[in-house]
Structures are given as C-alpha cells and as structure tokens.
C-alpha cells in the first residue's frame, strides 16, 4: 500500500492506495506536525483508527511546498516506517510530462502532481487546472502533454487574512458563497469581495488561456483544492477532482518504479 501526503502551507491532505483504489483520505495542519515522533505517532494512529495496518504500508510517496518540514516527515517514516521506500516528487523525476518552465525546477511539486493526475485521467485532452488552496494556481497542460505554465494568486483565505491584519476595522469572516453581490454589512461586503473577486479572476484567466494558449480548440477545465466546490454551480469547471493530487502522486511514484 502507497501513504501519500501532499504537503501545503496549510494542510497536509494524504490518501491512502491500494494499487489503483483510494481507500482512505485525511487532512492535517500542516503547523502541527512538531516532532518526527509527534508526525509518526500521528500517522500510525490515523492508519490504525481506519483499519489500516501500518505494517501494510510500503511506500510513501511525499510532495511539498514546505521545505522546512522536509527533514522531519522524512525522519518520522523513517522512524515509524522502517521498511517504507520514500519517494519525493522533485526535480528529475519521471513525470510523463515536458515541462514548458523556463526554469523547470520552480514549478512546484504540487502542480505538477495535479498536473500528471490531470493528464492521467484525461489523456490526450487540452487542459487547464484550478487548485484553490491557500494560493490559487492555474496552469495549462496541452494534449501533447506539455505542461506549459500557469498563473499564481491570492487564495480567499489568504486575501481575508490580509485584509483582516492590514486594516484596522476589517475582520475575519467565514469563506462561503454570499447571498448577493452587494453587501450590507461589513462582514457580507467582505465576503461578496473575495468570493466574487475570486470568481472574476479565474474566469478572466481561464478564457485568457482559451484564447492565448489552445486556439479555440476544446479545453477540460479541472477544479481541485478545498475551496473549488464553493464554484461547482458557477459554470466555471468542466468538473471537480478534490483528490487530483492524491492520484497525480500515487501516478509519480509508480513512474519511478
């Protein structure tokens, strides 16, 4: 079995494979892994509690965008996963895809996990990715499966907590879809803000791909990450993949075998 953890500035979101199959996924703050004891402890506990033996567990497969947390989820599946291969997702790894960077080694892992996650289940397709997490990135794969880069902003709960820590009557508010474009409080003309503001930049940035990148011929828009499902009504997405990185990794390290 293949222990994936994608880590995020955030959360850490990780799934559990048996071969092909998911058969379990959790999420944890990514603040909170402390110690390699304190994340190993963690894990086996979470493994145990849903019926998994650790033992099972052959493999784990790891992309980040936390360097600093590195040595130590390293050190906890050495330490609690004594006979587990360990495999990052990093520059010079298989992937199956041509990265299209200037510089290939700044893309991160996470996009590119979305990236063979997306090509994997879509082949031969033009396709654009939309992961809502703490950023919100956008990237664009052709059908030759090119990946040939991709646009960086804000996500909501990054935007909020910016507002919240730079203005001195602005507050924290719950991150869902508002009643109305207007709103008629502070904390509902927060939130219109940064759901429709959200909105009108990734539509803006999708139908820019379109035109600019594939030439009006047929493109897959995929949504992923915590928030997508906030926009499943919005005629934004072709479809939402929430555990896209979770195959894009468990995909990766079959590559390497």
Same mark, same amino acid.
């Given at each position: ?49 849903? =019926? ?6 052959? /493999?784990? $497969?790891?992309?980040? #965008?936390?360097?600093?947390? &590195?040595?130590? %989820? ?17 520059a010079g790894v298989k ?9 290939? =080694? ?6 590119? /996990?979305? $990236?063979?996650?997306? #090509?994997?289940?879509?082949? &031969?397709?033009? %396709? ?44 924290? #508010? ?7 474009y207007l709103g008629q ?73």
């Amino acid at each position: 079995m293949l222990l994936c953890l994608d880590v995020g500035n955030t959360h850490i979101f990780a799934g559990v494979f048996d071969k092909e199959n998911l058969t379990m996924r959790f999420r944890y703050a990514t603040h909170m892994i402390g110690t390699a004891d304190q994340f190993g402890i963690f894990l086996l506990n979470i493994l145990q509690f849903n =019926k998994i033996n650790p033992e099972k567990i052959s /493999a784990v $497969a790891v992309s980040s #965008v936390v360097p600093s947390s &590195d040595f130590t %989820l390293r050190h906890a599946i050495s330490l609690y996963f004594k006979n587990a291969t360990y495999f990052t997702l990093q520059a010079g790894v298989k992937t199956g895809l041509n990265i299209k960077y200037k510089n290939p =080694k700044e893309v991160g892992a996470d996009k590119i /996990a979305n $990236a063979i996650g997306a #090509v994997n289940t879509y082949p &031969d397709k033009n %396709l654009i990715v939309v992961d809502m997490g703490t950023a919100t990135t956008i990237c664009a794969i052709n059908n030759k499966r090119d990946y040939l880069g991709g646009t960086i902003l804000a996500g909501m709960r990054l935007a909020m907590e910016s507002l919240k820590s730079n203005t001195a009557k602005l507050m924290a #508010v719950d991150i869902e879809e508002p009643s109305s474009y207007l709103g008629q409080t502070t904390r509902e003309s927060i939130q219109a803000g940064l759901y429709y503001g959200q909105l009108g930049a990734l539509k803006e940035i999708v139908n820019g791909f379109k035109s600019q990148l594939f030439n009006g011929e047929s493109v897959t828009v995929i949504g992923t990450g915590g928030f997508s499902q906030l926009y499943k009504d919005k005629s934004l997405f072709n479809v939402i993949l929430p555990d896209l990185v979770l195959f894009g990794l468990n995909k990766a390290y079959q590559l390497s075998l």
